[in-house]
């Protein structure tokens, strides 16, 4: 039996325009930029793919849960059988205006920091392929 826990991480963003950071967490191109090596969105499916055909390759259907423009996307991965999702929301500072993003995945007790480490690496690939 598995055991599932919630994480929830934050990542602060230097950018203030909601139309910017939607468009690279609610659209399939956006999340090209940084979740994965390729990301097609089909109805409410969506296939991410990792790697090259020709060496290490990996994909994963997920099925679209909600999508909130300028708000938040959320997915749950077709080949698990439980109640788990992936959500990434915006969330704008009254202060600054600066836009955090909130990402809510689960994991397996043994795989936590396995996860956290690749959703920092999904935002270093954030900033780096589009400075936000």
């Known amino acids: 039996m598995r055991i ?5 991480i934050e990542h602060q963003l230097k950018s203030t325009s909601r139309n910017i950071v939607w ?9 090209r930029k940084w979740i994965a090596d390729d990301v097609k969105l089909e109805g409410d499916t969506l296939t991410f ?3 090259e055909v ?3 390759h990996e994909m994963r259907q997920a099925t679209l849960l909600r999508a909130e423009n ?7 991965w077709d080949d698990e059988d439980d109640d788990t999702y992936v959500e990434i929301s915006m969330v704008c500072s009254p202060v600054s205006g600066e836009i ?10 043994e795989d936590a920091d ?9 935002f270093d690939s954030l900033r780096l392929k589009s400075g936000v």
């Open 54 to 56: 020709w060496r290490h």
């Open 100 to 109: 955090t993003l909130h990402v809510t995945d689960f994991t397996t007790e």
């Open 49 to 51: 793919v990792w790697g």
């Open 70 to 76: 300028q708000s938040r996307i959320r997915w749950s």
């Open 114 to 122: 396995w996860l956290c480490s690749t959703w920092r690496h999904n």
């Open 4 to 8: 599932l826990g919630k994480i929830e």
């Open 23 to 31: 468009q690279l967490i609610g659209t399939a191109d956006g999340l």
